[in-house]
């Protein structure tokens, strides 16, 4: 069974434009103009049971929307929906009892109690019976291993331990699809570690279908099977997280400051030049093809050479690329 | 933010008025005997333009929140004109003057800033403060400054209003050229007092974690007490002393009385009485914010 | 019932959220206890001073102050802060919570304001309608029967001005509207004429909030009462509605601010 199946899913906003000056406040408190934002368009994508999905774009790509969509808080310009077999805007609370959500930024919460506060509250919230309540609570707070914390008030955690209560929180009522809204964010490279893998546990054990948004390469390397990539309102790309690395993820970039500045011709086996000045010089490289050592060696022996940095392209310089592979024309 | 921070006059910056008129002054403050005083008025003047300005790009907003002033004046008049009944005069209030009374009462009342208490507690209490206090500036004369802005805007909206409220009312002037001008210092001082009492319930606030508890109370109290419902001539003597005996009534009941009622030797007695509250009540504000700052260091919020 | 299981586990984690600070139910208790008894006081004064107020006597007029006292209260315990904060919830966007849980979205969002820590307010009413109102079988019935109507008019109306932010999207408009509803509330409605006292009886209903209890009180009117149970009725059915209204219109995402 599909747990999401979107059918070009349209949303338009339209939006108040005022510009500055008294005058024309007083006037759009009247007459107020508008100005039509394409926030998604046309987006078609199914996600299988079980899946974990990354769906990923720079900020204001639509991101937000389509999650806000697929949950029922925003309802479409045009296009249809699906999840778990329910319409989201029309059955939003039938809806509900299937779905969790965890926003990284905005927690769930009670602050100024302990955890298990919240999660009685949600067992109400959500109608679970005591008996059902204890055992999944029981169960859950095993896997992810947040006995030691759970009568301690929220404030008092590190970010990585109230990231785990809110994943317990968002679980108690068995969810079919969660959707994580930046789980990782603002924490340290461990504690980033220790939550995908327990997220990874909670997909294998619980077959949950996963749903992440994320601007951290990391998650996605290591959570995600397939991966959905937005940009402005669009898909640009949807395919395995495989593919992705295969493709792009194997590049290198290699950025040189000169000592003495060079502004003749650029010549380099293996590389494509990305940006140049008369002191630095910036060559991306696939290392499936041609070998890193082999175009330092190259560039150390033509360029008078400062400095040399090597890095991996940046998830942005990723979906740049992808995007000019597409040959948008928008 | 539109406008140039005084500290800095960078080549290219756009001509602002306020930047303008900053040169301008800086150029004569420095050539004046006292550098140091001029300065600092400069400062704080800026501070308190800065709040003025920064109030009219709300303005639309700022006007509706008046809009409680007419619905209250207009319910106290009401009130009033239905309790005086047939009667003409009240402890030698006369209709026309209490109608008067009440809208200074009012303006004074609506124009105070009032959520001053509350945000030194969030300063406080949030550790905000800290932000305040490595600033080239006094704390407390910030703050003065910014509350001011807020308070004569809130004065000159209000006043307008309830003026146009009161033609409703009555056709006549119950004032004279002195009543309107005493206004001037007994406003200040009025609202000085009033500045001071918020600042020491809100520096409580570093020992008492939740003053704002009280922020309605005291100024139900401070309105009540000061005359600003009922008018202390018309209370009974057993009375009186409550009024004479508290800083509230410096507030409220001194313009006001001052405008219907404006003499001389009154004037001199209610300007001195303002003076010895603000020289009291300022000092022990002083010596609380000394130790306030003081626990800061241990405490930080 | 579900929503009966929603509200006391709502009951049972504000009250340990505020039992963090006990101190301050106890602060709060006296601060009503203290302001309540000035505006008594204020009215005792004003007796003093003047002798009539359209034909209301001082016992009356405390009665309006208890009435007035008792409303606020049972709708400050019922859902807290949100009488004042409602606006911000739609202009911020948090009613996105509610609306991914499985329960009405207006159920929920009222029932999670609910705040026994501000009690102070509903008892100090309750002691001093219990000093200056003679008890008897009626005097209780109308205390019930008048705080819980009239506590149903200013749920509704506060409300119904709430949900101007869904359209407006600015909260001073809504602020001023309860400020002076409130402002007006705290006067006998008697003491105005014409279309205002029209007003306070339909699109400002403050005559409701303290005025039309006391008048059943000490002058039963069957009618009046019909009038005063009808209109909480029509209140709350308009308030419901204009809510869910401005909800379609936070679902369009078309508020003020864009949420993209």
Partial sequence: ?330 | MPFNSLSENRPGAPETGLSLRSKGRISRASASPFPALSKGFIKYWAIFSIELKNHFVYLADFILSNLSVIVAYFVSVQLWLIGYGARQEVAGIHKEELIWYLLIVQVIHFSVDYTLMLNIEEDVQSGNITNYLNKPYNYLLYTYCISSGRVVLNLIINLTISLGMTLFFTKSFASSLSGVLQLIPTLFLGFLIHFILQCICGIAAFWVERATVFVWVLNTIMLVLGGGLIPVDTWPDSLKPLANYTPFSAIFYYPAKLFIHFKPDLFVRFLIGQLLWVFLLGSSLWLVYRKAIRRLDINGG | MAYVKLFLAYLRINLSSHLEYRFNVVLDFFANLIEVSIYIFFWWLFFEVNEDVSGWKFEQLVGLVAFNSLIYGLVDVGIGGLIWNINEYIREGRLDFYLTLPKNVLAHLLISGVSVNRVGRLLVGLGYYALFVPITFYSLSILLLGSLLGAAVFLSWLLIFHSLTFWLGQSTLVWESLASLLEFARKPTDIFQGIIRLTLYTVLPAAFLGTVPVQILYDFNPWRLLYFGLFALGSLTAAVWFFYRGLRRYESGNLMTVRI
């Fill in chain 1, 1 to 330: 069974m599909d747990a999401i199946e979107v059918k070009n899913l349209t949303k338009t906003f339209q939006v108040k434009v005022k510009p500055p000056g008294l005058k024309n406040s007083f006037k759009s408190l009247f007459k107020p103009k508008y100005r039509r934002v394409e926030a998604v368009a046309d987006l078609n994508f199914t996600v299988k049971a079980g899946e974990t999905l990354a769906f990923i774009g720079p900020n204001g790509s639509g991101k937000s929307t389509t999650i806000k969509m697929l949950t029922g808080i925003l309802f479409p310009t045009s296009g249809e929906a699906r999840v778990l077999e329910f319409n989201p805007w029309k059955e939003r609370k039938k809806l509900a009892f299937h779905i969790g959500s965890v926003f990284g930024q905005k927690s769930q919460l009670w602050y100024h109690l302990p955890a298990v506060e919240t999660f009685y509250l949600f067992s109400r919230i959500y109608e679970l019976d005591s008996r059902t309540f204890r055992q999944r609570l029981d169960y859950l707070v095993n896997l992810l291993e947040i006995g030691d914390f759970i009568h301690t008030p929220v404030r008092k955690l590190s970010l990585g331990q109230r990231m785990r209560a809110e994943l317990v929180a968002c679980l108690l009522h068995a969810p079919s699809i969660i959707f994580l809204d930046e789980p990782t964010i603002g924490l340290d490279v461990v504690a980033k570690q220790i939550l995908r893998e327990y997220i990874r546990t909670i997909n294998r054990t619980e077959g949950t279908t996963i749903f992440i948004t994320s601007h951290d390469a990391g998650d996605i390397e290591t959570l995600c099977e397939r991966v959905i990539i937005l940009n402005l309102g669009r898909i640009i790309y949807d395919s395995e997280v495989s593919q992705l690395k295969k493709t792009y993820l194997h590049q290198r970039v290699i950025e040189v400051t000169l000592n003495t500045p060079r502004n003749d011709s650029f010549t380099c086996r293996g590389c494509t030049l990305l940006e140049r000045t008369d002191y630095k010089l910036k060559v991306t490289i696939d290392t499936h093809r041609d070998s890193t050592r082999d175009v330092v060696n190259q560039l150390m022996s033509q360029y008078d050479v400062e400095d040399i940095t090597i890095t991996e392209p940046p998830l942005e310089e990723i979906i740049r690329q992808i995007y000019k592979d597409q040959g948008n024309a928008f």
